[in-house]
């Protein structure tokens, strides 16, 4: 669970990779829900993407995963300084 709750920190979930077999990938999130990721052309056609997910499944990472638009984040867990 996200203890900054700040407008930003609402819009991310954590989730865990459950299966990944292209051009899919399932998460779970913290709540048990399941979503398709949604993956741009360019992680497509993207090897070394698809390698890096088979990777953090074997590990069982938690990634922040968007709400809205169920996509990996670019910023990661980061969030901005103000």
Known sequence: MLLDQSS???????AQITK???????????TGDYWSLEISEGERSD???WEE????LKAALWIPVGKKYHQ?????????TY
Not at 8 to 14: E, G, R
Not at 72 to 80: E, Q, S, V
């Open 8 to 14: 930003i920190s609402k819009n991310v979930v954590a």
């Open 20 to 30: 990944v077999f292209y051009p899919h990938i399932i998460v779970r999130t913290e």
């Open 47 to 49: 090897s070394v993407f």
């Open 53 to 56: 997910m088979r990777r953090i």
């Open 72 to 80: 990996l984040l670019d910023n990661g867990w980061m969030a901005p």
